[in-house]
């Protein structure tokens, strides 16, 4: 038992981070204090605790301050402290990886417009954030078909011959075959940014009075073009929720039901809302919502690459803001206001979040209450005496044995855990053998967590057959997992949905549910997203695999001589046939070089 009567009168009341410890010397919670001895006094106090921080103090053992310079330092350490050691007991963010944004390629002499999501090594202009990729693929898709600005990557762009299908569907103006001088593609560049940074009416005039002039010149199909162009902006400008507001703004809104809480942002940029984000934090202190959305701010914000706007609006007050702003001043390098009572356009952002919010969490509960009930019908079916807690389901993908991919899933009682799941390339097995492969994806997954790197399932799935469940038995036995529950999801006679039969190891039985039982739903529910989960990784594995040139790993053959090769012959299976004294007829290619070529593209 903590003594906290003989710790207290020893805590100096300077500022600092505290961190909380538990029997095992595991971490519980990291907080901040403006006075170290009066924070951490009230968590022993007589009475006044909720339930949730008694329970925290009854597991503390031993406490550990850090003393500050100032509060504002202390924010700053208690987030880094909060992201490196994930307390249980802290606000925590399960999704806390960077937005992408759309970069426009600053080195190219036709510059490219791609997604970026990371850190912004490459030189060129970076637009965003956005709240997630399809958010991204819109705007992209928008501008493509606007001013058709090209998207392919470096490689495929210097290699190209003729234009490719974004030239054909009118997505693209083809400038890798010069199909447009580098004068009007720049033209176009530059009213893509001008779109992206909110000058869409700018942008409308300037195309109008080219169009004049176009139409003056009967230069009729590039003013039909130039029309073309303003009537998408137009249009797109009519669908703005935040039309006739300006500026960078976040905008965060909290809802909060039964102990589950749900923060919805709005990113605005520019006064164009560019999407909308919810995120659940997991708590376990009881916390109120001005006591939530001020844990969720600085962890959300500080500490990262995250963009941080100019103002940050909120439908609850923030604790302590004067020091938040100062921390977000600090890592921005320029002044950051949150802000809590609103008029006008940004009261109505704030009020669209607050309701967002309460939507998405009413949803995300009755979700969650249906797949609970799924979880304790598949304890029933199953006969188990606990309710299992998390499960996992692996399957395998291939093109008749082609970039064989083996995929893993895990689910727990609050749906898909997608930090927990993993793709397994699988290597130096026959073409098409799924048992190997089935054991070789199991065998590296088991062992890893064998040495502690994650939980082990209650119930893994293997999606297939007897073979497929005697494989996965053998290969758990070698190495000594115990305890885990193994069923095969066979498709049965029919191979239609609600019809599987479940091969149960530890009872040795087969198992039909009914095609209406909420446990079959969730078996199905797994194994389908196991199923899409190993497709998605076997196709990109595949496709990276045929767009690879076999000339790239040919010592001496560059970008130039690729592309001078392809010119001259047209393709690769024109290069193929071609002899060695062909190759060497190239521009560049010596004869050398050329036997290399045909060794290495004759040898595979």
Known sequence: ????????????????????????????????????????????????????????????????????????????????????????????????????????????????????????????????????????????????????????????????????LQYQI??????????????????????????????????????????????????????????????????????????????????????????????????????????????????????????????????????????????????????????????????????ISVVHRLRGNRATWVTMAQQAAEQNLNSRTAAQQKLQNRFEALQEALELEQLPERLECFDISHSSGEATVASCVVFDTGGPVKSDYRRFNIENIQAGDDYAAMGQALKRRYTRLSSGEGKFPNILLIDGGKGQVRQAVETLNELGVVGVQIIGVAKGTTRKAGFEVLHVVSTNRELVLAADSPALHLIQQVRDEAHRFAITGHRQRRDKKRRESPLEGIAGVGAARRRALLRHFGGLQEIRRASVDDLAGVEGISRKLAQDIYSTLHSE
């Open 170 to 335: 009118q997505r693209c103006t083809a400038p890798c075959v010069d199909f447009i001088s580098e004068e009007d593609y720049r033209q176009d560049v530059r009213h893509a940014e001008m779109f992206l940074t909110g000058k869409s009416d700018a942008i409308a005039r300037e195309l109008a009075d080219e169009m004049d002039r176009a139409s003056k010149a009967l230069e009729f199909e590039r003013a039909a073009h130039l029309r073309d162009q303003i009537s998408a902006l137009r249009r797109l400008q009519a669908d703005q929720v935040a039309e006739g507001s300006s500026g960078n703004v976040d905008v965060l809104g909290i809802a909060s039901v039964g102990g589950s809480s749900c923060v919805h942002i709005l990113f605005v940029r520019q006064g164009r809302i560019l999407g909308s984000r919810s995120y659940f934090p997991d708590e376990r202190l009881g916390l109120s919502t001005v006591e939530l959305l001020s844990a969720f701010i600085p962890q959300f914000y500080l500490g990262n690459q995250r963009e941080v706007p100019r103002e940050i609006l909120t439908s609850e007050p923030v604790d302590d803001v004067e020091v938040l702003q100062q921390a977000l001043k600090e890592q921005s390098g320029r002044e």
């Open 1 to 164: 038992m903590f003594d906290s009567k003989r710790f207290l009168p020893t805590v100096t009341r300077k500022p600092g981070v505290y961190q909380m410890f538990d029997a095992d010397g595991k971490i519980l919670y990291v907080g901040k204090a403006k006075n170290l001895r009066n924070r951490l006094s009230s968590y022993f106090r007589a009475s006044g605790l909720t339930a949730k921080t008694m329970a925290l103090v009854q597991r503390i053992h031993n406490i550990e301050v850090t003393v500050t310079r100032s509060e504002t330092e202390a924010l700053v350490l208690e987030q880094s402290l909060i992201k490196s050691q994930r307390p249980p007991y802290n606000v925590m963010l399960k999704d806390d990886k960077g937005y992408p944004y759309i970069f426009l390629s600053g080195r190219d002499t036709y510059p490219r417009i791609a997604l970026h999501r990371g850190a912004k090594r490459k030189k060129g202009q970076y637009f965003g954030p956005f709240p997630n990729a399809s958010s991204v693929r819109d705007s992209l898709n928008f501008l493509q078909k606007t001013f058709r600005i090209r998207s392919c990557e470096n490689s495929v762009f210097r290699n190209r011959s003729r234009p490719c």
